[in-house]
Structures are given as C-alpha cells and as structure tokens.
C-alpha cells in the first residue's frame, strides 16, 4: 500500500573521501558554514539528542534525536524544526544520510521522510536541501562553501576548513 506521506530523496556525487564527508556532516566547524549558519552538536550514540545552534546566538534552530550511527556509512536521525512555529508543532520527520564510497568519489544519498501529510516542514526542505547539500560539495571539493543557505555570514577567516 502507498503512503500518502510525502518524501524527500536527494543524491550527489562528491570528490572526498567517506571519512571527511562523514566529519562535514557531524562537526559545528563544518555545519556552520554550509548550513545555515548553524552548528550540529551530538555524541551521535544511537537514542542521544541532535541539535542545530545558531550559530549567532546559540538558540536552537532543529532537533532531533540519533535512530542509526554507522560512522563513515550511515547517519540519520529525527528531526522537527524549531526557528518556525508551525514547523515546531509538527511530528518529528526522519533524515537519513547514506554514504558510498566509490573509485575517487562518495555518493551521498540522503532520504528525508515520514513526515505529517501536508507538512510544512516537507514543503521547506524539498526547497532547500540541494542548496545545502551543494554547498557541503563545494566546502570539501574547493574549501569554500557557496554563498547561500544563510552561508553569508560565515566569517572569512573560517572558510577553507577542507
């Protein structure tokens, strides 16, 4: 039987290496500056809490908690939005990262689903996960990440972690 629940699946092909994407997906040095300006926090232990701080005044833009760690080959967790209210009111969705390593290359496939029919949440990151995700290409392939999804503000002397 389908679903009426809507999804999200994206993939992407990224010159690194399945640890460095691994370390671009879990570390605040890394998330602040492709992601919106926030920083990701975790112990990224199987039941343990995921959060994304804003980087600017520390307050709590998503949450989460940790479902599968397979470092450097499976990450996901829960996640619900904080930063909007209709978002905050919503039921957690889930975010699953998958990681391949290939000849020269990781595919990054990610899955975003199990989200509340008629979600707002689906709504704002069917819109905004390939900005994200192609600026987390960038950031590791040439060490700047691209100047959107809130990316603006990273300060200069930051950019070039890769």
């Given at each position: 039987?389908?679903?009426?629940?809507?999804e999200?699946?994206?993939?992407i092909?990224?010159?690194?290496t399945?640890e460095?994407l691994?370390?671009?997906?879990?570390?605040?040095?890394?998330?602040?500056?492709?992601?919106?300006?926030?920083?990701?926090n975790s112990d990224?232990k199987v039941?343990?809490?995921v959060?994304?701080n804003?980087?600017?005044?520390g307050?709590?833009?998503?949450?989460?908690?940790?479902?599968?760690?397979d470092?450097?080959r499976?990450l996901?967790y829960?996640w619900?939005?904080?930063?909007d209210e209709?978002?905050?009111?919503?039921?957690?969705?889930r975010l699953?990262?998958e990681?391949?390593?290939m000849p020269?290359v990781?595919r990054?496939r990610?899955?975003h689903d199990?989200?509340?029919?008629?979600?707002?949440t689906y709504?704002?990151v069917?819109?905004g996960?390939?900005?994200?995700?192609?600026?987390l290409?960038?950031?590791l392939?040439?060490?700047?990440?691209?100047?959107l999804?809130g990316?603006?503000?990273?300060?200069e002397q930051?950019?070039?972690?890769?």
């Amino acid at each position: 039987m389908m679903s009426d629940k809507p999804e999200y699946i994206y993939e992407i092909f990224i010159r690194t290496t399945p640890e460095k994407l691994w370390e671009a997906l879990t570390s605040a040095a890394f998330t602040r500056l492709y992601f919106h300006n926030t920083e990701i926090n975790s112990d990224w232990k199987v039941g343990s809490p995921v959060v994304f701080n804003r980087a600017n005044d520390g307050g709590i833009a998503v949450e989460g908690e940790i479902l599968a760690a397979d470092k450097p080959r499976l990450l996901s967790y829960t996640w619900r939005a904080l930063y909007d209210e209709d978002m905050a009111a919503e039921s957690h969705s889930r975010l699953t990262f998958e990681i391949e390593e290939m000849p020269g290359v990781c595919r990054l496939r990610i899955v975003h689903d199990d989200f509340d029919a008629d979600s707002k949440t689906y709504e704002q990151v069917s819109q905004g996960w390939s900005a994200i995700i192609c600026s987390l290409k960038s950031l590791l392939e040439t060490g700047e990440p691209l100047l959107l999804a809130g990316n603006e503000e990273a300060p200069e002397q930051e950019k070039g972690v890769a």
